[in-house]
């Protein structure tokens, strides 16, 4: 009887908590595929209810972290959204010992990686006839973020940063999209220097910015670092999840609802030039 009672209270909870759980957490969200795009390889995963896709930017662990990728599977299935990871390093990730300085210079190139962005978004359009793209990006794909919403704007509409390292007031007074930036307690400070960065350089942007340090979480703790048997790193992860959704919802609504003024006002003119 005990067994049975128990059988039912650990199913009701399975079906009503659907937060990862240490155990499974590699197995919950379906996962996607790895597919060539040009010289290199995307992991894909999800489809889009909604003509938005979501490129993620991995940190210097790479393509094959099993964190990483759960945070894609995670994304596409609770958000519908098609979440796509190119492997900008080809294959290579940091040196897991000695001095990484030359493994460094060879991928920390921006026009390179300007370049695959824009063919990842080529890819995109033509292939899921996506019209939106969103960026994530993790420590090092942070920055690389704050580079595409500054120098790549036309091909993104919103961009996140999720411990993003060498973040600077000179990188972000740059930007042309709004950002969300999620901090560990470890990482430097947002607040005041990036965010008057932006505010400085644009008042309308820096508007729609958004901060959140995870006092309690050590860099790294979404992606490479995160640690699935600790409880409380699985609820900061929980909570980015959400917070990253409810951002993009807010951009991209925003976004939405502008061109639906658009089309009034023209609407209006329109007739007001035929009447
Ligand atoms: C996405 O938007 C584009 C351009 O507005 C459109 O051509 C395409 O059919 C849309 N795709 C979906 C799946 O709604
Ligand atoms: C990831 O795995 C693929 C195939 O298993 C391999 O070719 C690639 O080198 C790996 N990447 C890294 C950074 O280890
Ligand atoms: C790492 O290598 C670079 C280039 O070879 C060198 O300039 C630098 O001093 C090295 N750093 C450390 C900590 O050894
Ligand atoms: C960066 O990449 C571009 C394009 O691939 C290449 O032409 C350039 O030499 C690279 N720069 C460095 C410093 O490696
Ligand atoms: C954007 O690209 C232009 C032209 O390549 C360059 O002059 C500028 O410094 C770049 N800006 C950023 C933020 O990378
Ligand atoms: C913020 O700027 C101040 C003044 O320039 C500097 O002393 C401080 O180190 C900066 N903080 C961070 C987190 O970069
Ligand atoms: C992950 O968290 C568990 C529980 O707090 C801890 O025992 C373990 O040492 C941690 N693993 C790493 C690699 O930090
Ligand atoms: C944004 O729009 C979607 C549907 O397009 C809706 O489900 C969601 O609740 C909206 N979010 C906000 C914050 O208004």
Partial sequence: ???????????????????????SWDETYPK?????VNDFNVYSVGKSARNLSIIVIYDIYGFN?????????????????????????RGTAAPATGNRTVWM???NNWTKISTDLQNVADWLHKSFSTNKIGLIGFCWGGLQVVRACSNLS????????????????????????????????????LQ????????QSNTKISQQCEYKTYSDMRHGFVAAGANYSNPDNVRA???????????LDKINNISLRLSI???????????????
């Fill in 32 to 36: 996607g595929q790895v597919i060539p």
């Fill in 105 to 107: 210079a060879g991928v």
């Fill in 154 to 189: 036309s091909l993104f509409f919103t961009g996140v940063s999720i411990h993003g390292s060498s973040l600077t007031p000179f990188e972000v007074s740059q930007l042309q999209k709004p950002m969300l930036f999620i901090a560990a307690g470890n990482d430097p400070a």
């Fill in 192 to 199: 005041p220097n990036i965010s008057n960065a932006i505010e």
């Fill in 237 to 247: 992860i929980d909570d980015v999840q959400l917070t990253v959704r409810n951002y």
């Fill in 1 to 23: 009887m005990m067994k049975l009672l128990s059988i039912i209270l650990i199913f009701t909870l399975v079906s009503i908590d659907q937060t990862i759980n240490a155990l």
């Fill in 261 to 275: 003024d658009l089309y009034f006002l023209l609407t209006l003119l329109l007739s007001l030039i035929f009447i």
């Fill in 65 to 89: 972290i099993s964190q990483t990728r759960v945070f894609c599977d995670r994304l596409a299935s609770e958000y519908s959204v098609h979440v796509v990871m190119p492997d900008l390093f």
